[in-house]
C-alpha cells in the first residue's frame, strides 16, 4: 500500500498513527499543499477533493477520507484495536473522534484560512484568532467530555489508544502552531503527553517524517 500525505496535514497524521499501531508497513509518498501539489491532474485524478491522505491499496483501490481509510484498518487489521468491544464504547470513541474531525479541524484548515486571507482580506493574526476560536470551542468540549467520565483511562477510552486518541493528537499538534493555551486542558494535554510515549505516536509525529520543513 502507499499513502499520500504532507507532513503537516492533521488527517494524514491520524492515518500515520494508525499503521503504526496496527504495524502496517506502507510506502510513503507526499503532496506539498503548501505549493499546491495536491492539485495536480495526476493527484486530483486519485483523490478528485484535492485533499490528502489518500491510501492506494495493493488492488490498486484508492481509499479517502481519514476517517474512511481508519475503518477501513480496523476491519482488515482488528488488532490493535482501535475501538472498544461494546457498541455504546465505540459511540462514545467515535463521537469523540469526530469532535476534532467535523467540528475543529474542517473549519481551521490551510484552505480555510488561505481563503480568509485571500477573499476576505484578513491578515494572518486575524486568521490566526479564527483558527484558535474554534480550537479552543472544541477543546472545551472535549476536555468536558473526558475530565469527569469514569470511561477515561490513561487514554481519552480506557487504557488503550483509540481512535479518538489518533484524531486529537494531531489537533493539540494544531492548537500549538495556533498558540492555544493548553493549561485550560489538563485532560487533554496529559493523554497527550501518555499517547507521545508511544512508539506509534512518537514516529507519526509531523517532524520525523521524511518531508518534514522547518
Known amino acids: 500500500m502507499k499513502l499520500i500525505g504532507y507532513f503537516r496535514s492533521s488527517a494524514a497524521y491520524r492515518v500515520r498513527i494508525a499503521l503504526n499501531l496496527k ?27 484535492k485533499l490528502v491522505p489518500a491510501l492506494v491499496l495493493d488492488s490498486g483501490e484508492v481509499l479517502t477520507q481519514s476517517l ?26 467515535r463521537a469523540l473522534a469526530l469532535i476534532p474531525t467535523a467540528d475543529i479541524h ?3 484548515n490551510l484552505r480555510v ?3 480568509l486571507r485571500e477573499k476576505f482580506g484578513q491578515t494572518e493574526e486575524s486568521a490566526f484568532a479564527w483558527s484558535r476560536h474554534w480550537i479552543e470551542t472544541g477543546f472545551d468540549a ?4 473526558i475530565s469527569t467520565d469514569r470511561r477515561t483511562g ?14 486529537l493528537v494531531p489537533q493539540i499538534f494544531n492548537a500549538a502552531r ?9 485532560t487533554i494535554q496529559r493523554i497527550h503527553d501518555v499517547c507521545m510515549k508511544h512508539p506509534a505516536f512518537d514516529a507519526a509525529r509531523p517532524a520525523r517524517q521524511p518531508d518534514a520543513e522547518p
Open 142 to 145: 472535549y476536555e468536558a467530555s
Open 106 to 108: 474542517p473549519i481551521q
Open 178 to 186: 495556533f498558540k492555544v493555551d493548553m493549561t485550560k486542558y489538563p
Open 68 to 93: 474512511a481509510i481508519l475503518e477501513y484498518l480496523e476491519e482488515t487489521h482488528p488488532e490493535p484495536p482501535l475501538l472498544p468491544r461494546d457498541p455504546v464504547g465505540r459511540a462514545r470513541v
Open 154 to 167: 490513561a487514554f481519552s477510552h480506557g487504557n488503550a489508544p483509540t481512535m479518538a486518541d489518533l484524531c
Open 113 to 115: 484560512m488561505s481563503y
Open 23 to 49: 504495524g502496517i508497513a506502507v510506502e510513503h509518498a507526499s503532496r506539498h499543499l503548501r505549493k499546491g501539489e495536491h492539485r495536480a491532474p495526476d493527484y486530483v485524478a486519485l483523490n478528485p477533493q
